[in-house]
Structures are given as C-alpha cells and as structure tokens.
Nanobody, 119 residues
Framework: QVQLVESGGDLVQPGESLRLSCAAS????????IGWFRQAPGKEREDVSC????????HYADSVKGRFTISRDKRKKTVYLQMNSLEPEDTGVYYC????????????WGQGTQVTVGS
C-alpha cells in the first residue's frame, strides 16, 4: 500500500503563495493518479485538483482554477500543489490521495497538512 506524506502547510496572508508536497513511498508509485483534497472546519471534504498518471492531464475545482497548479516529479515520487493568490476561503486541511482515475475511488490517504489564510 502506498504511504503518502503531505507537507508545506502554513499560516499566510491573503494574496500570498504556498507550495504543498505529497511524497510517496511505494513501489510502482508512478502507476497511481494523485488527487488533492481539502476540508475546512465544519465543512465537507472537497476535491481540489488531480493529475493523471497516464498522460499527466490535470483537473481543477472551479474555485481554484487559475490560482493553483498541480505537478508531478516522478523521480522524487512527489506531487506538488502550487497555490497562488490565496484567499481565506482556501483555509483547511489539505490531503493527497491515490487513485486509478480522478473520478475515484481513492485508495490511500495522507495525514494532511494545515493551510490557514489570514489571521
């Protein structure tokens, strides 16, 4: 089973940027598509972005399009989520997860990293 570790979360001000990392430790990690999700306090978890293993195609939630960029470094077994122009509404715990297709189901999850935008 793939083990995932997220990092890069922090407290930032609106308009600032962060880059989250999702590092995997598993044989055949390249086989998996990776998704990013977030969950704000009192709200349901929502999908943020996804990158396909087969062709590198990407998907984004409407709320982050044009601000967030997902990328993958296969050599480092890491997926990144570059988040620019952060807004208070982006606050939450961000998780990455493995799947065979962006539509799910998702198989393995990391423990999450906290992103807080604003005071």
């Amino acid at each position: 089973q793939v083990q995932l570790v997220e990092s890069g979360g922090d407290l930032v001000q609106p308009g600032e940027s962060l880059r989250l990392s999702c590092a995997a430790s598993a044989f055949a990690w390249d086989y998996y598509t990776i998704g990013w999700f977030r969950q704000a306090p009192g709200k349901e978890r929502e999908d943020v972005s996804c990158i396909n293993s087969s062709d590198g195609s990407t998907h984004y939630a409407d709320s982050v399009k044009g601000r967030f960029t997902i990328s993958r470094d296969k050599r480092k077994k890491t997926v990144y989520l570059q988040m620019n122009s952060l807004e208070p509404e982006d606050t939450g715990v961000y998780y990455c997860a493995t799947t065979l297709a962006c539509s799910g189901p998702y198989l393995s999850w990391g423990q999450g990293t906290q992103v807080t935008v604003g005071s």
